[in-house]
C-alpha cells in the first residue's frame, strides 16, 4: 500500500472554491451567486446544522465577488474562541473601520458560529453593523438563528441551510472516491449516509477514514476503522430490546462502546435514525412517541455529561420493558 502519511484532508481538498461548484442547497445558493453577480450584498445571517456548506458558501462568495484579492478583503473569526465583547470591540472594530484594498466597494468579515457571542458582544455587533456598513459586509454563521438576537437579525437577509439528502451525499461522496481512486460498495454508502445524517463534512471525514487503510471501502472496513455505529448494529441491539432480551441488547452495546468505541452521542443518533423504519407490528406509534420524548431525555443528560453507559442501558432497559408500560 503506497505511503499516505502526507495526504491532504479531503474535506478541505475538494471544498467547492466557487459558488457554481456548490452542490445541494438549492434554495441558497442561486441567490448568492445573484450577489456575486451584481458585486453588491447586504449583510447576512447562514443558519443550519453543522457540516451544510455555511463557511464554504462565505468562502465561495468571496472569492466570486473579490477575485485574486479575496484574502486581502475577507476575515474569518470563530465566536467560540473569541466570544466577548472585548473582541467585538478591538478586533471586529479594527478590521470594519477599515477601507477595503483594490478595487472592491466593501470588504467581508466572516464570524462564525456567531451564537456563541454573549448578548453583550451581540449587542456591540450590531452597533458596528449599523456604523460600518459602507465599508464592511458582516457574514454571521450560526447553528441556532434563535440564539442571535432580533436587532441582528432584522439587519440580515437570512439564509437556512438544511441537512444534505442522502442522493447529495452519495453523489459527493461518489466524486471524491473516483478521484482518490477508492472503491465504495453500496452499503459502505448507506453506513456512512446513515451515520452523517446530513452532515456532508461528517460524512467525507469518514470515507477518508477508511479510505486512508485500504482501496476497497465496505461496510465492514467502516465497522473497522470509523467509530460510527453501523446501522445494521443498532438494528440488532435495538431489536433485542424490543424483543425483551435486555442481556443480548447490553452485551451488543458493550461491544459498540468497548470494542468500536464509539460515543454515546453517535449511538443514540443511530437510535433516533432507525426508530421511525420499525415496524408498527414491533413498535407501535405511540410507543415510539414515547421512546422519541425519552431520547430526547437521555440526549439532554448525556450533554450534561452523564455516562454513556449508564444513560443508554437506562435507555435500553425502557425498551425492553415496553414504552406503554414504563411510560
Known amino acids: 500500500m503506497p505511503d499516505r502519511s502526507g495526504e491532504a484532508i479531503w ?3 475538494y471544498r467547492p472554491s466557487t459558488l ?13 451567486r445573484s450577489y456575486a453577480e451584481k458585486r453588491s450584498m447586504p449583510h447576512l445571517l447562514f443558519a443550519g446544522p453543522p457540516g451544510t456548506g455555511k463557511t464554504t458558501a462565505a468562502l465561495a462568495l468571496a472569492r466570486d465577488l473579490f477575485g485574486a484579492e479575496w484574502r ?4 474569518e473569526l470563530n465566536a467560540s474562541d473569541e466570544r466577548g465583547i472585548d473582541t467585538v ?3 471586529i472594530k479594527q478590521y470594519a473601520r477599515t477601507a477595503p484594498l483594490g478595487e472592491a ?41 434563535s440564539r442571535i438576537i432580533e436587532p441582528i437579525q432584522s439587519r440580515c437577509a437570512v439564509f437556512r441551510f438544511r441537512a444534505y439528502r442522502p442522493e447529495a451525499v452519495r453523489h459527493q461522496l461518489a466524486r471524491i472516491a473516483a478521484a482518490e481512486h477508492r472503491t465504495v460498495s453500496a452499503d459502505a454508502y448507506e453506513a456512512i449516509i446513515a451515520a452523517s445524517g446530513g452532515d456532508l463534512r461528517r460524512a467525507t471525514n469518514l470515507l477518508q477514514l477508511a479510505g486512508t487503510h485500504v482501496a476497497e471501502i465496505t461496510a465492514e472496513t467502516l465497522k473497522e476503522y470509523a467509530t460510527a455505529p453501523l446501522r445494521r448494529e443498532v438494528e440488532g441491539m435495538l431489536g433485542a430490546a424490543l424483543h425483551g432480551n435486555f ?10 462502546l468497548v470494542d468500536r468505541g464509539a460515543a454515546g452521542e453517535e449511538i443514540l443518533r443511530a437510535i433516533h435514525a432507525y426508530l421511525p423504519d420499525v415496524p408498527e407490528s414491533v413498535l407501535p406509534a405511540r410507543d415510539k412517541v414515547r421512546l422519541l420524548e425519552f431520547l430526547g ?10 455516562s454513556d453507559r449508564i444513560q443508554l442501558e ?11 408500560r414504563a411510560g
Do not use: W
Open 89 to 91: 470591540r478591538t478586533t
Open 11 to 13: 474535506v478541505e481538498k
Open 105 to 145: 466597494g466593501f470588504k467581508i468579515l466572516f464570524l462564525d458560529e456567531a451564537d456563541n457571542l454573549t448578548q453583550e458582544a451581540q449587542a456591540s455587533l450590531r452597533r458596528m453593523m449599523e456604523r460600518y456598513a459602507a465599508s464592511c459586509r458582516f457574514i454571521l454563521s450560526c447553528n441556532y438563528s
Open 314 to 324: 437506562a435507555l435500553l432497559a425502557h425498551v425492553a420493558q415496553g414504552p406503554s
Open 247 to 256: 442481556r443480548d441488547a447490553r452485551d451488543r452495546l458493550y461491544a459498540l
Open 72 to 75: 486581502q478583503n475577507f476575515l
Open 20 to 32: 457554481a461548484q456548490m452542490e445541494g442547497q438549492e434554495a441558497v445558493v442561486p441567490l448568492l
Open 297 to 306: 431525555e437521555v440526549d439532554f443528560r448525556l450533554a450534561q455529561g452523564a
